[in-house]
């Protein structure tokens, strides 16, 4: 998917989006790693616009997401829906610090992307918007119990039969080290 610039030249661009996971690589990865399941297509109403030799982009982005509870690991559904915009230029401008020495910026540290070859790759686009907006530390309910560290029973269904002794792994090896005096 590639945005023509020169076809926004004169009256800018008005487009309504919706692909599956498999046409975005990243999604689709984080799909085959269990990171996540995307549970409808991804949809992105879009314009586009030249303003001062820049192409602005607005978007509105949504897609049902299914993703891992973080402490017992039951899928939690969530709808993303959320609204962009992305500075797009053909050339960095010039930018001087207060002595008039010019700085030397990337694009990213201005919060600019560059056009390549009169295009911009709307699929790069929106995968980076949907990573963005994923949950990373999404929990089932707030008063989830999570799976039993010893045994891995869901605690939110049934109680375990271990022993309650809560082991912090970070230090299970100390656990038998003895000091002499």
């Keep these: 998917m590639q945005l023509q610039v020169s076809d926004l ?18 999604l689709a990865q984080l799909q085959r790693d269990g990171e996540c399941v995307f ?3 991804v949809v992105v109403d879009l314009d586009a616009v030249v303003v001062g030799g820049m192409v602005e ?9 299914e993703v891992p509870c973080r ?5 939690c559904r969530r709808e993303i829906s959320a609204e962009f915009k992305q500075t797009y230029v053909e050339h960095l ?25 009169d295009q911009i790759n709307l699929v790069d686009e929106i ?4 990573v963005l907006l994923l949950p990373e530390q999404l929990l089932c309910e707030n008063e989830c119990k999570g799976l039993c560290a010893v045994c891995g029973t869901d605690l939110n269904k ?24």
């Design 9 to 26: 030249k004169n009256s800018g661009l008005q487009m309504k989006i919706e692909k599956n996971v498999e046409a975005f690589p990243v």
């Design 39 to 41: 549970l409808t297509p």
């Design 57 to 65: 982009l607005h978007g509105h982005i949504s897609v049902s997401v």
């Design 71 to 75: 402490r017992c690991l039951m899928p």
């Design 93 to 117: 401008p010039e930018v001087t610090d207060d002595d008039g020495q010019e700085l030397e910026l990337l694009a990213e540290d201005m919060g600019l992307e560059l056009i390549i070859d």
């Design 127 to 130: 995968q980076q918007q949907v």
């Design 158 to 181: 049934e109680t375990c039969s271990c022993s309650g002794k809560v082991t912090n792994l970070n230090f299970a090896t100390l656990e038998d080290f003895k000091v002499e005096k």
